[in-house]
């Protein structure tokens, strides 16, 4: 009963480390994105709200990652402040052996590796999805995120624009050509002075109107039909293409994965599902592997450093692992090693120097 309270304090002593490291590491990470975010809010014009749907997104895609880091940041938290204090040495004092001191720490590894193997394969496809199509939205909801001045662009609605002055506010644009070849058998080329882009309020993304003024209309079948205009309205909409585009592999759900193996799709496309399966359960068990390293740098006897340095380690661990990671990834999508090998080679390595770690302290 005693041994079974100290571990209860010792794993309740691990959560607020946790939700701080979640909260540190998911500052480090939006602090990457702050440029990305300074596009949305000053070239696409997004509000407030929509920034934050955004930034929730973007954190929501990020927490398979952010779990195993935030774990090994509680784990050194707490560990290593038992070894500070020499806590340690006064629960072997009683008896406590060093396989029921580390148990708090494998039994939230464990959890926390359960509910990222759900995130990553259901909640962080679900964020990076909806913030792809999000994304997709804004791209057209000015045209100056899209159209250059001088500069034939391809990226509104389809159309190939062409202005020579864009006005980025008012979305005001001076001598214009459109080739529009939407419908490819009756391809058309507009010629106009001026010209704006309102988008719709409610769907910006996907309908909008281009109203052009003094210019005119030319096709070309068997004969050339010019029709000169004062004022012409083109309705640009796009209701379902987002929604309808393939997903981005981080957007891909477990059923998204079985579905594609099931179908035996060409090797290139094989070796991207098995990355991407693979990669996901190893950031899951990666929690126990951080976990077990946790513990082990944690309580080295010798250690008796301010709490300031559990950090530092902490970083230095986890850089030192998706460094690992990143090239061990490298070679599964180059085809050198199997996905089922590679993309377990840091778990692999990681894990023996934590067992080899905790074997010494226990000798």
């Known amino acids: 009963m005693k041994n079974m309270r100290i571990q209860l304090a010792l794993f309740l002593e691990m959560l607020p480390g946790f939700l701080l490291g979640m909260s540190v590491f998911l500052m480090i990470i939006l602090m990457f994105q702050i440029l990305r975010l300074t596009e949305f ?66 039994v939230l590894g464990l959890l926390i590796g359960l509910v990222s193997a759900q995130t990553s394969f259901e909640l962080a496809p679900w964020g990076n999805r909806r913030f792809e199509v999000l994304f997709s939205n804004l791209k057209q909801t000015k045209a100056a995120a899209t159209i250059k001045a001088g500069t034939f662009s391809e990226g509104l609605f389809d159309l190939v624009v062409y202005a020579n002055k864009i006005d980025s506010d008012t979305n005001i644009m001076q001598d214009i050509f459109i080739y529009d070849e939407r419908d490819p058998k009756l391809p058309l080329t507009i010629i106009a002075k001026t010209g704006q882009l309102k988008p719709d309020p409610d769907t910006p993304g996907h309908k909008a109107l281009l109203r052009l003024e003094n210019g005119s209309i030319h096709r070309k079948t068997e004969t050339h039909t010019k029709i000169n205009f004062e004022t012409f309205d083109v309705n640009l909409s796009d209701p379902l293409e987002i929604q309808e585009r393939e997903k981005s592999a981080q957007s891909w759900t477990w059923s998204d994965i079985q579905n594609q193996l099931d179908l035996n799709p060409p090797k290139s496309e094989m070796i991207k599902l ?15 592997v951080f976990a077990l390293i946790g513990v082990a740098l944690g309580i080295q006897p010798h250690r008796r450093a301010a709490r300031s340095s559990g950090f530092m380690i902490c970083l230095a661990v986890i850089i030192g692992y998706w460094v690992l990671y990143v090239a061990c990834e490298g070679l599964a999508r180059g085809g050198q090693i199997s996905p089922s090998i590679s993309l377990w080679l840091p778990n692999i390595g990681f894990g023996s120097f934590a067992l080899y770690s905790l074997k010494k302290i226990w000798d």
């Open 41 to 106: 809010a000053l070239i696409h014009g997004v509000d407030a709200g929509t920034l934050s749907e955004i930034i929730l997104y973007i954190c929501i895609s990020m927490l398979p990652a952010l779990f195993p880091m935030s774990l090994l940041f509680a784990v050194l938290w707490t560990y290593g402040r038992l070894s500070q204090d020499s806590e340690i040495i006064a629960l072997r004092a009683c008896g406590l052996s060093m396989g029921t001191i580390m148990i708090p720490a494998l």
């Open 274 to 288: 098995k990355i991407e399966w693979n990669k996901r359960m190893a950031i899951s068990i990666m929690c126990v």
